[in-house]
């Protein structure tokens, strides 16, 4: 069985399998979509890419090809797959060998930690279970197609753009909120720009991190539990991304943030995916090994700490016969 990086002679596998796979990053799938063509003509022009395609080909038939794509950011310790195609490989021996050669990946190049985001009850959810990946946190995915209407008084100047001084409160809202077994294997929000903030009284109460992309608009919220989360305040941010069919909105709710979903529930919003933040622990192998030394006795001899003694050789003793 043949495993390697993707190059030009797997572009005829790859047109094959391509719209037979399934997406493990849901910020990808609900932004850009199961492109993964797309991904894997940047990863070969690109020098400094974030996205690596494996293939495997089996030499037997019975056991079908194989194709995944692994995130691995520079700036943060975990590697994410985005895709796995196709996924009937999933049960067979390709499936577990590209699963393995992704984990190797992503551990050779200093990662901790490989994410995926799963739909509960799903054949992928059970056969990565069993390939060694555990629960960390569940989310549901939360999507708005159309403009809400009501009643409702949209406190749209409670949010503005973030600001290169909000970057601390960032951090310091994300550190409190998220548990820290989650922020082993999620990284902060990037904070370039792109995120709205929430102000009172001279505290940080929210974030949110939003990403836009050609299929919709992803947010991930982070509100304080202090916040106030009246439906108001949580139409004011989405007054101004007019979301449609062809682009909708979508939320991401972690568990640890479950009080968001009664008021999305009533500004519009559908659940999309109860999904699983599956993860599997790596470690990577240090090639270059170093000699361990004891400073308090490098460079000294050993002194001894009690005398010898020295037994002197004697000859046989005579005996005199009177």
């Excluded at 993707?6 to 990808?28: E, H």
């Excluded at 991190?209 to 919709?216: A, E």
């Excluded at 909708?248 to 709710?253: C, D, H, K, R, S």
Aim: with cysteine; proline share 7%; aromatic share 8%.
């Amino acid at each position: 069985m043949s495993v390697r990086n993707f190059d030009w002679r797997d572009f005829a596998l790859l047109q094959r399998v391509r719209n037979r796979g399934i997406c493990l990053n849901s910020q990808l799938r609900y932004t850009r979509g199961p492109h993964t063509i797309q991904n894997t003509l940047i990863e070969l022009l690109s020098p400094n890419r974030s996205m690596h395609t494996i293939v495997v080909r089996p030499d037997e038939d019975q056991s079908p090809e194989a194709l995944g794509q692994v995130q691995i950011q520079d700036t943060f310790t975990q590697a994410h797959i985005a895709y796995l195609t196709p996924e009937e490989a999933l049960q067979a021996n390709s499936g577990m060998r590209l699963l393995e050669r992704i984990a190797r990946a992503a551990g050779e190049r200093g990662c901790q930690a490989l994410v995926a985001d799963v739909d509960e009850g799903s054949l992928a959810f059970e056969i990565l279970r069993k390939a060694g990946f555990g629960v960390y946190a569940r989310q549901r995915v939360w999507r708005l197609n159309q403009p809400f209407g009501g009643d409702l008084k949209p406190q749209e100047h409670a949010w503005r753009p973030e600001l290169r001084n909000d970057r601390s409160a960032i951090q310091a809202l994300y550190s409190n909120i998220v548990p820290a077994l989650v922020q082993q294997v999620e990284p902060p929000p990037e904070r370039n720009g792109r995120g709205l903030v929430y102000w009172l009284e001279g505290e940080m109460l929210g974030y949110l991190d939003i990403v836009r992309g050609p299929s919709g608009i992803w947010i991930q919220p982070y509100f304080h539990p202090a916040a106030t989360l009246s439906d108001d305040l949580l139409a004011g941010f989405i007054r101004g991304f007019s979301p449609s069919t062809k682009k909708p909105v979508y939320v991401n709710v972690r568990s640890y943030q479950g009080g968001l979903g009664g008021s999305l529930d009533r500004l519009g919003f559908t659940p999309c995916n109860d999904q699983a933040v599956l993860v599997k622990r790596l470690a990577h192998l240090v090639t270059d090994r170093l000699p361990s030394y004891l400073p308090a006795i490098e460079g000294t001899q050993p002194e001894p700490t009690a005398s010898f003694t020295h037994l002197e050789q004697r000859g046989p003793t005579s005996t005199r016969v009177p």
